[in-house]
């Protein structure tokens, strides 16, 4: 079944020419004292009511299709109560927390986003095909699961992943597609067999296509014509493919979104987690795929020194000196 081997990739791309443009850079600034801002810049439709952001003018001011939002908030909790972003309609949720250990000299910060999975918004769940930890490393390559293996043992085991992968994305995305017709059934002259028929006869449908490679995206027609051995459906694709394309658009749009993540924490930054760092800031790559299998964790720890307190610590120890100085 490698045939479908990158078909979604390859759909999406193709979506990305004909729709908005989902590239996302969105800074996060956390403060010493727990505060923060989140400033969000896209050219895509990807983003939830702002009428409560700052509009900022964009640095490269020729470019007006580019909107840039920014607001502060007094904490973490209440950031990722206010999600900027949406896919299919729906607001992309998250949890977020900032711990704070003062330890004299200076103050640890350990910051963590976790983005809340979509898993349920699928009509068929990914850990159907593998366990959510090998879903969880397809799409974002954590946990490392082929750590340790030989080439061969990789190729074996990836393969069989990437079967699992691609027999999931086939069901979802030609499900979609049935489901369209099934909605709109009235419209088909002289079917085949009822309505509830054809909504029972869904997942033969699929495994029948997906078994006999049919493609998903350009032959469902197709796939009907001999799964059902008429034409019947034909006229649906010419007078609903508008239809059929949104909602199949609606269903992939959760993978278009690729955001930049940018995290700047108050001092020195420790551990960035799966972050890279570059003159003090993390970025992190954040896909809406990631959230696919599961939840999708942003964390990093970073050190602010508390200058004060060596001010401070200086002034007793020398108070301290010139009170023996004295006594002497």
């Known amino acids: 079944m490698l045939k ?12 990305m020419v004909t729709s908005c443009d989902k590239n996302v850079t969105m800074v996060t600034e956390i403060n010493r004292d727990g505060t923060c801002s989140r400033q969000v810049s896209t050219k895509d439709d990807c983003l939830t009511d702002y009428d409560s ?3 900022v003018t964009p640095a490269d001011t020729s470019d007006n299709k580019t909107i840039v939002l920014r607001r502060s908030f007094e904490s973490v909790q209440e950031m990722a109560a206010n999600p900027i972003l949406k ?56 946990p490392n699961l082929v750590e340790g293996m030989t080439g061969i043992d990789m190729v074996d085991y990836l ?9 999931w994305e086939y069901r979802i ?26 909504i029972s006869l869904k997942d033969s449908i ?44 609606n269903t992939v749009e959760l993978p278009l979104i690729k955001t930049s993540y940018i995290l700047k924490m108050p001092g020195r930054v420790i551990d960035p987690g799966c972050g890279t760092v570059s003159d003090g800031v993390i970025e992190y790559r954040f896909e809406g795929g990631f959230l696919i299998p599961g939840d999708y964790t942003i964390t990093a720890t970073s050190r602010a020194t ?23």
């Open 87 to 142: 896919a299919s309609g729906k607001p992309i949720r998250s949890n977020a927390s900032l711990d704070r250990k003062f330890k004299w000299f200076y103050t640890d910060y350990t910051f963590t986003e976790t983005f809340l999975s979509w898993a349920d918004q699928f009509d068929e769940p990914l850990t159907d095909y593998m366990s959510a930890q090998e879903a969880g490393f397809m799409w974002t390559g954590y």
């Open 4 to 15: 479908f081997k990158y078909c979604i990739l390859a759909a999406i791309a193709a979506m």
């Open 306 to 328: 508390n200058v004060w307190a060596f001010i401070l610590s200086a002034a007793v120890i020398l108070l301290a000196l010139l009170s023996l100085l004295y006594r002497r």
């Open 53 to 55: 952001w700052q509009e």
């Open 173 to 198: 995305v030609t499900g979609c597609q049935l489901k369209t017709i099934a909605n709109h059934y009235e419209s088909i002259p002289n079917p085949p067999v009822s309505q509830e028929e054809f």
């Open 206 to 249: 699929m495994e029948f296509g997906y078994e006999n490679c049919y493609d998903e995206f350009e032959n469902v027609k197709g796939l009907l014509k001999d799964f059902f051995k008429s034409n019947a459906f034909s006229s649906f694709f010419k007078d609903y493919d508008k239809l059929l394309d949104s909602d199949l658009e």
């Open 159 to 167: 393969d069989a992943l990437q079967e699992g992968i691609e027999h």
